[in-house]
């Protein structure tokens, strides 16, 4: 395991200057986008599929994580017609419960790695960290950037470590944190989801969900837009994934909107597109209830995990 | 509402006031941007109010609910103070309500009658937040070894459904054993009651309750009432003047999710009853081991 830093020769930097009255004015646009009746319903599955269906707490438990892992099959009791979420999102020594718990579903484990959520920790304890859950069975891999590097300029050091990050990962798929929150301007979530994407992921993350503000539609847009735009120079399609903050169903139809405005029809899978959230799902299932049987509903009769 | 000649004289231009409901401690116009014309008894237009829509009630139910375990945790001390600081603040602005509810018809006796009556009753609910636990609540004698007990616990989130006969009285009696006991509401007010409701809120807005514990809305009952029954997140309906076929309606909604519902006769009669806040509470019973 080398520590030594091997400057990534194709890593190109060319500024994206980010219009940021013109990202709000856009972001205001689409938010006025009102879905209603069926469509709705269709759009609330859809994003329910895309869930990755997070718990990231130092309280976590083997019970927990197993109760999330029921919820992530059964979303709902006595509804046959709804799917299964994308992921859970768990801590890497949850992996191996998690995975036990999903055994027989479709759906994927991801581990959060690299000394989440401030990865300030040596490159080589990320590594050992990430090989650590990919090794108990992680699908997938949650890493977050060195934004300490990032923000003092070594572009190169943030790069470099998401490439071997990439290889410890060997066939697992690749998100990348950029924890959006302390970028502080839009043009710097540019710069980092360019990076992100020259080095190797497969997805790029907007937050831990630790810091706010986390998944604003702002930064979801610039970071879809920089997917679009890496996409038309490489035919490569990266996925997105908004987290942190997303709460209410609105708000998650809001983002199926933007991408379905900014990278077209093809992004809409749970393969490209995913939604870090918790509480988000019991929001979006009183809406699909209250679709159904005409009342509002409340959460005493929704599962709370 | 109505502007004033004096000024017309002088040239000053008028200060309208625009009634708003009180939604999360905010105020604010329907969602749905509706109003609804309100007249006097001579039929001489008084001004606009606003028309609730469905989602402005579900807007208060979530305000509502984000409040309760705050409220439900006050100690009752504290929500006595703040009941009593309404009374304060109603009895400061007694002129002004005094005036709004001859506006719509009623007479200067009858207006004095009524808000001195209100003051009154938040006065006497106010007085029973500490209280009602030692009434209401028990210690069981059982043949086991336990200390059995009986503790009363607010219900969550009640709607009321105001009168029109007694434009604010109605509201305030519907109001005060409601909050007393620990719950969160959310009012409607229809016809001219809605005129006094939405004066009313900014006494509530200035007695210290927490943003979200008082929600009024005004508009139309037909639209509303059937929203209230069947809402899930709502744990009991009280109304008052409802006719046989809307409280038949509202009993069978509110079996939904086992609301309590309550019809209340409009006659002002138990006004002043601790068993109205015993109404929406519920009685918790604990069975602690006791001895070896």
């Known amino acids: 395991m080398s520590s030594s830093l091997t400057v990534s020769t194709n890593l190109n930097l060319q500024a994206h200057p980010v219009d940021e009255v013109g990202i709000r004015e856009r972001v205001a646009r689409l938010a006025t986008r009102s879905i209603k009746k069926a469509s709705k319903v269709e759009g609330l599955k859809l994003a329910l599929s895309m869930v990755d269906l997070t718990t990231l707490e130092g309280a976590d438990t083997p019970g927990k994580v197993r109760q999330l892992c029921t919820k992530a099959i059964h979303l709902h009791s006595g509804r046959k017609d709804l799917p299964m979420v994308a992921a859970v999102c768990v801590y890497p020594t949850m992996v191996r419960i998690a995975r036990e718990a999903l055994q027989g579903t479709p759906i994927q484990v991801a581990a959060v790695a690299t000394a989440f959520p401030s990865g300030m920790n040596p490159l080589a304890v990320k590594l050992e960290d990430t090989r650590y859950a990919v090794a108990e069975g992680a699908h997938e891999i949650d890493m977050v950037i060195s934004r300490g590097d990032f923000l003092r300029g070594d572009y190169a050091r943030v790069a470099n470590e998401i490439e071997q990050v990439k290889e410890a990962c060997g066939k697992a798929h690749l998100k990348v944190i950029l924890e959006t929150g302390e970028l502080g301007t839009l043009d710097r979530v540019r710069l980092a989801s360019d990076i992100a994407m020259q080095s190797g992921a497969d997805f790029i993350k907007t937050s831990t969900g630790k810091i706010q503000p986390a998944a604003t539609p702002e930064v979801v847009l610039v970071m879809l837009q920089a997917i679009s735009d890496f996409y038309r120079k490489t035919g490569k399609r990266i996925g997105m994934k908004p987290a942190g903050g997303i709460a209410n169903a609105k708000a998650a139809l809001n983002l199926l909107i933007m991408v379905r405005e900014v990278l077209g029809p093809a992004w809409l899978t749970p393969s490209l597109f995913r939604i870090g959230a918790s509480k988000l799902p019991n929001d979006m299932l009183m809406q699909l209830e209250k679709e159904r049987t005409g009342v509002y509903q409340g959460l005493d009769y929704f599962s709370n995990d | ?73 006050t100690t009752p001390y504290l929500k006595g103070q703040i009941l009593y600081r309404a009374a304060e603040m109603l009895e400061g602005r007694a002129t002004t309500f005094r005036e709004v509810l001859q506006s719509i018809g009623l007479s200067p006796v009858a207006a004095k009658t009524e808000v001195t009556q209100a003051i009154d009753l938040l006065v006497y609910y106010a007085g029973w937040t500490d209280k009602y636990l030692q009434v209401f609540g028990s210690v069981n004698p059982v043949s086991s070894p336990y200390f059995n007990f009986s503790v009363t616990e607010p219900m969550g989130v009640v709607a009321y459904v105001s009168g029109e006969k007694r434009p604010l009285l109605d509201l305030v009696t519907g109001i005060a054993p409601i909050v007393a006991g620990g719950n969160t509401v959310i009012t409607l007010s229809t016809g001219r009651a809605a005129v006094p409701a939405m004066e009313l809120g900014e006494v509530l807005a200035t007695s ?85």
């Open chain 2, 1 to 73: 509402m109505s502007g004033s000649g004096e000024n017309m004289k002088s040239g000053r231009l008028d200060v309208r006031k625009t009634y708003k409901m009180l939604i999360g401690g905010a105020f604010v116009r329907s969602e749905s941007g509706r109003a609804l014309d309100v007249n006097a008894p001579g039929g001489k237009w008084l001004g606009h109010v606003c028309r609730a829509s469905r989602k402005d009630f579900r807007n208060a139910v979530v305000a509502a609910r984000k409040a309760a375990s705050g409220w439900a945790n």
């Open chain 2, 208 to 292: 210290d309750f927490p943003h979200g514990v008082i929600n009024l809305l005004c508009g139309v009952r037909e639209e509303l009432v059937g929203q209230m029954a069947t809402h899930m997140d709502v744990n009991a309906l009280v109304t008052q003047g409802a006719d046989a076929k809307e409280s038949a309606a509202s009993r069978e909604a509110c079996a939904l999710n086992l609301k309590r519902f309550f019809p209340r006769e409009a006659n002002g009669k138990g006004d002043e009853d601790p068993y109205r806040i015993l109404d929406t509470v519920e009685i918790k019973t604990t069975w602690h081991p006791v001895g070896g």
